[in-house]
Nanobody, 121 residues
Framework: QVQLVESGGGLVQPGGSLRLSCAAS????????MGWYRQAPGKQRELVASITSGGSTNYADSVKGRFTISRDNAKNTVYLQMNSLKPEDTAVYYC???????????????WGQGTQVTVSS
């Protein structure tokens, strides 16, 4: 069983910053890509950023230049540094990890419970 626990969400004014963290724990043999998605009210969940185990990154156009994804492989943790936040960044942010549990040979996608980010004055 693999669990993802997110932290760092909250209320911030436009132009402000937040840093999200997501730690994976449990019976993990390996983790491949990790990433962050978000879902605003009435909208579909969308990819915000992803990062491979080797450090290659991918960003949604809407966050390029403002958000930075990083990871600590030793801690099985992924981070999302969010700067210059806008009201349209308001959403529930979910982390995900593609991992292989101990004793298994398949890659599964795991999800965190979500953390609310609200950008408002």
């Amino acid at each position: 069983q693999v669990q993802l626990v997110e932290s760092g969400g909250g209320l911030v004014q436009p132009g402000g910053s937040l840093r999200l963290s997501c730690a994976a724990s449990g019976s993990i043999f390996s983790i491949n890509a990790m990433g962050w998605y978000r879902q605003a009210p009435g909208k579909q969940r969308e990819l915000v950023a992803s990062i491979t185990s080797g450090g290659s990154t991918n960003y949604a156009d809407s966050v390029k230049g403002r958000f930075t994804i990083s990871r600590d492989n030793a801690k099985n943790t992924v981070y999302l540094q969010m700067n210059s936040l806008k009201p349209e960044d308001t959403a529930v942010y979910y982390c995900n990890a593609d991992g292989v549990p101990w004793g298994d040979s398949y890659v599964y996608r795991y999800w965190g419970q979500g953390t609310q980010v609200t950008v408002s004055s």
